[in-house]
């Protein structure tokens, strides 16, 4: 006969994906965990939400291709991507990113049956990879931005999320062009992830002008989900290469007719009000957590991993002698706090982020120091219970 369950164990936690710790994080308590924006809207965004009714009415009068073109490129041209292509019928609107993933992991699958996926990174990627009966194979960011993976000739397509969730990491301009050479060179699809991408600035290149020149085949999927606190009304953008020969459209066409035009409206509302100062206003909080994170952690057995960083996630780094990452997720969650062990990013060697969890920062001020704090006086109670188990061990020893 077996005991009743007493709740998730730290071994159990390692075999969750992330996404089901995020839905548990938004049942109750201090969620700091996805990377979804979380904070109060700003005065110019309430403004546009208050607008609703008007653009509802406005969406039903419009032709959809009208809206969606001027949405895309309000939000693209916004972020620098003005080679993105706009009204060519390469460029389509999904519900959200992980949509347009699917629909990329399918169309990659009628190529090759193997993937170069930068390592690490957000689990759901590998997991919709797999899940089209893909092959991958990790590759570190150092080897994607010198542009000369060592791959294997049954390696088909290389894979590339930048920023990266949840290092921060960009591939630079001239990384891109190297790895887009390659590509070329050897035949290979250059796919890539850019859901972050409007939050830093590093990452805001012309990505569509130099895919163009350099001949590959390419995929861009990109997302207004990590920006505004709308409550998962956004949208996400799938585009692809005049001379990309995957059955994309046919995929997309399998999914769905056509995401709301009303949320399209919105859409470039907000981001001609993100191009005035709404892009500045959401750098400065994330700017501004990260540095309340830094403060509270100086000092502490905790540290920061990523300080360059500049997206709205943060990963910290906990002592050997303290908790490891599932073991102080669970002791949060029992506490109320969620954030996210790092393990799962690391899809193919879990054992690497086993020291690490991610904050999210897309959050009020208040909400991050909050959150900061628990995990330090979560760690030095561990260290403290540890030490004091030790020396009522020795202690003990020594009377025997």
Not at 34 to 49: K, S
Request: aromatic content about 6%.
């Amino acid at each position: 006969m077996t005991s009743a369950s007493t709740g998730p164990t730290a071994a159990d936690e390692l075999a969750r994906n992330l996404t089901s710790m995020e839905t548990d994080a938004l049942l109750g308590g201090l969620n700091v965990s996805d990377g979804h924006p979380r904070m109060a809207l700003t005065d110019t965004q309430r403004e546009i939400v208050n607008s609703l009714p008007l653009l509802f009415d406005e969406a039903e009068k419009r032709v959809f291709e009208e809206i969606e073109a001027e949405a895309q490129a309000a939000f693209l041209h916004g972020i620098g991507q003005h080679g993105a292509p706009v009204g060519t019928g390469r460029l389509v609107s999904c519900y959200s990113s992980s949509v347009a993933m699917d629909i990329t992991a399918r169309a990659l699958a009628q190529r090759t049956g193997h993937i170069a996926l930068v390592h690490p990174t957000f689990d759901n990627i590998p997991d919709l990879l797999k899940g089209r009966g893909l092959t991958l194979l990790p590759v570190p960011e150092a080897d994607l931005e010198r542009g000369e993976p060592d791959l294997p000739d049954e390696v088909g397509a290389v894979f590339v999320t930048t920023p990266n969730n949840p290092t921060g990491w960009v591939l630079s301009e001239d990384g891109l062009r190297r790895l887009a050479a390659f590509c070329a060179r050897t035949g290979r699809v250059l796919a890539m992830d850019t859901c972050f991408r409007a939050q830093d600035t590093r990452a805001q290149y012309d990505t569509y002008r130099i895919l163009e020149e350099s001949g590959t085949e390419w995929v861009v999927i990109e997302d207004t989900g990590k920006l505004w606190p709308t409550l998962e009304l956004k949208a996400g953008f799938l585009a692809w290469g005049e001379n990309t020969d995957l059955p994309l459209t046919e995929y997309f066409s399998d999914v769905l007719l056509s995401v709301s035009p009303l949320i399209l409206l919105m859409i470039t509302k907000l981001a001609e009000d993100a191009a005035r100062e709404g892009y500045t206003q959401l750098s400065g909080l994330i700017r501004s957590n990260r540095e309340a994170l830094a403060g509270i952690l100086d000092g502490s057995p905790v540290e920061l991993t990523d300080p360059d960083a500049r997206i709205s996630v943060a990963r910290i780094t906990l002592p050997e002698d303290g908790p490891d990452a599932a073991a102080l997720y669970e002791t949060l969650v029992r506490d109320g706090t969620h954030v996210l062990p790092c393990g799962p990013f690391h899809w193919a060697r879990q054992e690497d982020g086993r020291r690490q969890v991610r904050l999210a920062l897309a959050r009020s001020g208040g909400d991050v120091v909050r959150a900061a704090e628990t995990v330090v006086a979560a760690v030095r109670e561990h260290i403290e219970a540890a030490r004091h188990d030790h020396r009522v061990t020795t202690t003990e020893s020594r009377q025997h």
